[in-house]
């Protein structure tokens, strides 16, 4: 999920250093992200990806989850109609992209506070929204908290 934050921190990276501020940015994560999943993919092949990244695409866990799309695809996986399970399997990302644009616009000089609506909005619109996840926004709610 730290996706999400991409673009929040290349435009502060922009805002600060321009083009070149953006490329190092770019060019750190591929450095910092690339070989640990290089490795791990060279250590377990198809079965990393299968865990690691596809997974969280095609997963639907309608037992223990707080999100608003649960219902929808508990009942979707009764009715078999395959339009409305694609529906639902493309309206949490839709909902995400629109969301993390929101927080975005809305606060884009106050990385922290855009970083920590991100993370909000993120965990209210995913299709899997179990207890662990209320957890991931509350350090950044202290740092916002501390800012201020």
Do not use: M
Not at 43 to 60: I, T
Not at 137 to 142: D, N, Q, T, Y
Request: with cysteine; net charge neutral.
């Amino acid at each position: 999920y730290p996706v999400i934050y991409g673009p929040a921190f290349a435009w502060r990276a922009w805002k600060t250093a321009g083009v070149r501020g953006v490329a190092a940015l770019g060019l750190g994560f591929v450095l910092g992200a690339a070989p640990p999943t290089v490795l791990a993919y060279v250590a377990h092949g198809d079965a990393y990806l299968e865990h690691a990244v596809l997974y969280h695409v095609g997963r639907e866990d309608h037992r223990h989850n707080f999100s608003v799309f649960w219902l929808p695809i508990y009942l979707s996986g009764a009715l078999g109609d395959d339009r409305l399970a694609l529906f639902l399997k493309l309206a949490p990302f839709a909902a995400h992209a629109a969301l993390q644009a929101a927080a975005l616009v809305g606060r884009p000089d106050d990385l922290d506070a855009c970083v920590l609506a991100q993370t909000l909005l993120f965990v209210a619109a995913n299709k899997v929204c179990t207890a662990q996840y209320f957890a991931w926004w509350l350090p950044l709610a202290v740092a916002v908290g501390r800012a201020d």
